[in-house]
Each structure stands twice: as C-alpha cells, then as structure tokens.
C-alpha cells in the first residue's frame, strides 16, 4: 500500500522520482510508513497528505495540527489502545466517536474500539507524522515501547522495575526487596506459595488493564535493551521460569507464581496475532515494535507442556546486525577462500552448524557483497528475517505447498544468477539445488552439521549422489559464535598446564601469552562476557577433495585431507581468538572440540 501511495503521488507530479526513492530508503531503514518519511523530507507538506490520501480513500480527513481535542475526549481512549492502533479521538456526537487513524481501513481496530467503548466508530484519515505527534501530545508516558503494527501491539512499560511495583500493589510480589535498579538488573524471583489450584477460566482481572501484562511488555523492551536473542517463558508447577538469552548463553530473570501464567500467555499470543482459546497445539506468531528508536522484529512460538503452555519469544534487531564479512570473525586465509567460492559463477556453497549459530548473517553478508544492479538474486526462506534492498525475498509457506523445492523450481524459470534457499532438509531439495548448480547458477544455502567435512556424509545420507556433490559443491564454511571477554572487567587470569592438556591443546603454545576472562560488571550483566564473534573453517572443494567424495570417502578422511591442504578447523579458528586475548579458555571448550 505504501508503494501505491508514493506511486500515486508521483504520478500526480506531487513529488518527484528522487523525493520517492530517498523516502522509501528511508522506509526500509526504519519500517516506517512511507508518508511519515516524505513528510520528514519535506517532499510534501502533512496537510497536502492528509488531502491527498482523503481524496484517494474516499474518506474524510483531519487535521491534528489545528485541532482542539478536550480532555474528556482523550481519555476515552488509553494511551495503550491508541499506540496500537496509532488512532487520536477527536470528538464525539452522542454513541459516534470520531477519531483519526493513520489506516481507516483497519476494520479490526475499529471492531476493537466499538466493542470496548460501546460506542460508534467514525475514522478519518490523518498523516502519520501528525498521529505520532498527536500521541507525544496527548498520551506523553506511552512512549518507552511503541508498537507499529496492527494485530496485539505492545502497550507501554517503561522499565520493569516500574512494573513490579504495579504487580506488588496486588500483592502479587512477596520479595519486593529483592527489587533492583535498571542499571543492576540481573535476577529477581517472584514467588507465590499459594496452593490452590487455578483454573483457566476464574482469572478475575482483564488482560487488558492487568499489571501482569505491563509486567510481560517490561519484559520484552528490557530484553531488547540488554541484547538478547531471545526469551523463554517456561511454565512449572509453582511457578513459571522467565529466562534471557544473552549472548548465546540462557539466564533466568525472574519466577512469576504459576497462577499468572494463564495472562501471560494470553498477552504473548495476542502480540503474536495467535489463537487464544487454543492451547492444545503449537502456534507461530510474529510482531514488529518499536524500543527506543530501536526497531525489532519478535517470532513467538507456543508448545503445551505438562503445566501449561512455553512461550518462545525471538528477537531480532535490526540494528544490531552487521551485513558484513569482514566483521563477522573471519581469518584472513578462511574469509580468502569463502569469498572465492561465493564469486564463482555456478556452484554450490553451504553455510553449517547447530541453530542459533550465525548462519543466516553468513549468508546475508555474502548476498549483500555480491548485490549489484546487474545480478538476479532470489532466496527462499523460512522465515524472512531481514529485509535486504534489491534482493527478490521469499517468504516460504508449506500450508499451501510453497516448499524450498517448489520454490527452488520456479526460481530457475525466473532468470536468477543467485540462489540462495534457507536450508537444504531433504533429498528434493537437494537435488534441485545441485540442478541449478549444474546449469550455470551459484546457489548459497545452509545445513545442520557438526563441521564442514561431515557435511558431505550428511547430504549422501539423505540420499543424494556422491558424484552429484562432488561436481556441484564449490565450498563449505562451518561457523560457531563464542563469547567476548568483557572490555570493562578484562583481568588476566593462569591457566595450568594440566587444563591444557587435558583440552588436548599444546601449553607450550600458550607459555608467554597472557590469558584473560571477565570478573563481571554492571557493563556486561555480571557475565564477564560482552557481544559474541564467529570462529569459522573453510573446506575448498578441490579435485582432491572430489575425489574422496566419489570414492565414498568418510568424514574423518576428508577432514584429514583437507587439514594437510591447510583447513583451519574451529577448534584452532577458536585457539586464535584466544591467543588474541579476544575469549577466554573456558568460551574455547565450550563451543570446541578437541580432535586429538
């Protein structure tokens, strides 16, 4: 619709080809609405919008600029609901409520705003720009977490300490005095003894109003400020577990009692756009929100376990994302030989390792080197996480059979040059892919294996042709992302020899290298750590190589093979790390293992 709207005023010679381009870059950076931007740049003037899209809708606008709202009108609507649906009353006239909506064609908000006031709903079109002012105006302490989209939008919270206070008014806290400041936020447990049991259905408090919800909102914009990929809200049977990951590594937060778990998870599924009577099947939901100036994406997932149902919440910033190869944590001769293999015209390139890994950053980096005005690159993905500028992205959906098989045959009827699918899962795919190699197309992907070498035997055991690999693959990078010591708690540490050994790596190597690891500070939440980097190998398919894979060659054997060519595994991309003073020993043994 943005499109249309920046098509239509360019084709009324409104603004001009230049105006649209730069608003729209302006768009993709933030997920704005495309008027906000053409009016920040001044291409168009609010009221000229608001005339304009008033004109085109058929619809009466309203000019927040020069109204005189009185305050008995505002407070019909909470600032909350006029967040989510970005909508200002305006006036009323007996049961009609007149309001102005950036969307008047949100039929779901207009529903939503009858039903709770009882009243009827008139809309009238208004700029954005001018609703988000109107909501600084009007609703000023609605501001810490804003939501951008239209289905269950985030209310406003402004830190969690502020939302536990609320929770203890209720009584709902019993420990208030383990409460602390933002800045020291570590760890706080909220426990409940009482023992009955309660029903989904006596909740006696809306989910609405609810201290609880706030509490759930406070949650998420703290886990965006603190960095983390993701939460869990994980129901037990006194109480139900609240956990951050940070930096790769889980850290629990807080315990709410067990009997509020039936409005969190209600809040969670109503941000994520998702079924609330059901709670006998998983559910997938997403939401985009704004944190700060902080725009985030949040994937949720709902699992029924035995005391009720997990909540799985992803973040994904976009701002904290660097398209980047040569800021990812390549060494110099791995990122030499991943970048020869990802500038090759045709061939098959595989990004490896466990969930969570960097991969999909992996392959948006190489997209991102390799996108030029003259090159078709089309991906598959599931999901699409980041949107990348003259990248042809699509968003898989197996409900009605667009597969990554499916997908990967009509893309080579749509003249690509690169392909990249999201993960290679089956033999269908597979052969597909190694298809598109075959005939003159690079085609970047990714797998679910240990290292590089054992890729082959993964891609063989799901029933692909050993010759089929050998003359398609070009390159395998396998990657893990490890912990950062803290730059503000940095102090050397020794490490005995005996701990070396026992690692299966060489003291001697180690001898006059200071070694270090964080004591923990406010800076890195206590950890010691601050920020993750990746560690990669890269195994070049050589005629040497090819050769061991026809041969039907084991994973040990090509591992060997590509060692004596050179490889750099994990475990030494990781040992390098370390000698640079970047990790600590410990972050090495966890996410490597030794081959002696």
Do not use: W
């Not at 298809?435 to 990714?446: Q, Y």
């Amino acid at each position: 619709m943005n499109i249309k709207i920046g098509q239509l005023l360019l084709n009324s010679g409104i603004i001009t080809n230049k105006q649209l381009e730069k608003a729209l870059s302006k768009q993709s950076e933030d997920g704005s609405k495309l008027g906000y931007h053409l009016v920040s740049i001044k291409a168009i003037s609010e009221e000229d919008l608001n005339k304009f899209l008033a004109r085109q809708q058929s619809i009466e606008s309203s000019n927040l600029n020069t109204a005189d709202i009185e305050e008995d009108i505002i407070h019909l609507i909470t600032g909350d609901i006029a967040r989510r649906y970005e909508v200002v009353p305006i006036s009323r006239e007996g049961r009609k409520l007149i309001v102005a909506m950036t969307d008047p064609n949100n039929l779901f908000a207009i529903d939503d705003l009858r039903f709770s006031l009882g009243m009827d709903i008139e809309p009238h079109i208004c700029a954005s720009s001018m609703i988000r002012k109107a909501l600084a105006k009007y609703y000023p302490d609605s501001e810490a977490l804003v939501p951008i989209d239209e289905n269950g939008k985030v209310q406003n919270v402004n830190t969690i300490h502020e939302a536990l206070a609320d929770i203890d008014e209720e009584g709902i806290v019993e420990n208030s005095d383990m409460l602390m400041g933002d800045e020291v936020f570590e760890s706080m447990i909220i426990q409940d003894d009482e023992e009955e049991e309660i029903e989904e259905d006596d909740l006696d408090y809306s989910i609405a109003d609810s201290p609880v919800v706030k509490l759930v909102n406070s949650l998420i914009a703290d886990a965006v400020r603190r960095g983390a990929s993701d939460i869990h809200f994980e129901p037990f049977e006194r109480y139900v577990r609240i956990r951050f990951r940070i930096d790769g590594v889980l850290h629990e937060v807080m315990r709410p009692s067990r009997k509020y778990r039936s409005s969190m998870v209600s809040r969670l599924k109503i941000i994520g756009g998702m079924d609330i009577a059901e709670r006998h099947l998983p559910q997938d939901g997403r939401q985009k929100i704004l944190v700060g100036k902080k725009f985030v994406d949040l994937r949720l997932a709902t699992l029924p376990t035995l005391f009720g149902e997990k909540v799985e919440v992803r973040l994904l910033d976009r701002s904290a994302v660097i398209l980047d190869l040569e800021k990812l944590g390549f060494e110099d001769e791995p990122l030499k030989e991943f970048r020869r293999g990802i500038h090759r015209p045709f061939g098959i390139v595989l990004v490896t390792g466990p969930t969570g890994c960097g991969k999909t950053t992996t392959l948006y980096s190489a997209l991102t080197e390799l996108n030029d005005i003259g090159v078709n690159i089309m991906t598959a993905e599931n999901p699409v996480e980041f949107n990348l500028k003259g990248v042809n992205q699509v968003q898989m959906n197996s409900d009605v059979g667009l597969t990554f098989a499916n997908a990967l045959r009509a893309y080579l009827r749509q003249d690509p040059d690169i392909i990249m699918v999201g993960e290679i899962r089956d033999k269908e795919t597979s052969e597909i892919a190694i298809r598109a190699a075959l005939t003159g197309h690079l085609v970047l992907s990714t797998t679910h294996t240990n290292d590089a070498p054992s890729t082959i035997n993964r891609l063989i055991d799901m029933g692909t042709e050993p010759f089929m690999l050998s003359t398609s693959i070009v390159c395998i990078a396998s990657q893990r992302l490890i912990r950062k010591v803290c730059p503000k708690c940095k102090t050397p540490i020794h490490i005995p020899e005996d701990a070396f050994i026992d690692a299966g790596i060489d003291p001697e190597r180690f001898k006059n290298i200071e070694l270090s690891e964080g004591t923990g500070c406010s800076y890195c939440n206590k950890t010691g750590y601050k920020g993750r980097m990746g560690i990669f190998e890269v195994m070049r398919v050589d005629e040497d190589i090819r050769q061991l894979i026809e041969g039907d060659a084991n994973s040990l054997e090509i591992e060997k093979a590509a060692l004596e060519k050179g490889m750099v595994n994990l475990r030494e991309a990781a040992l390098r790390k370390l000698e640079a003073g970047l990790t600590t020993f410990d972050e090495v043994l966890r996410e490597t293992i030794s081959n002696e």
